[in-house]
């Protein structure tokens, strides 16, 4: 099995954001998609997980950053 990284993004609208990386050429798994997330793909092994901003506080206690202001990311990786 080869290593897995999921990269997960919270977005404040996640349909635009579908839109936007669908015009730019990127492909989503509908087996991790619903109102809440999809799952972008970026290569077998690579993915961007979009979250809304509500399923993205499940993973983490910590407050969103505001990305006119700041940078965050939580990223989470599998290995064999």
Known sequence: MST??????????LQQS???FTK???QFNPKFTDETATCMI?????????????KFKTF????????LCCAAVA??????
């Open 60 to 67: 983490t206690p910590n407050p969103i950053c505001d990305a």
């Open 4 to 13: 897995q990284i999921f990269v997960n993004l919270p977005v404040k609208y």
């Open 42 to 54: 970026v290569s077998e092994t690579i993915f961007v997980m979009l979250l809304t901003h509500e």
């Open 24 to 26: 730019l050429g990127f």
């Open 75 to 80: 990223k989470t990786c599998t290995a064999p």
């Open 18 to 20: 579908i839109e936007f």
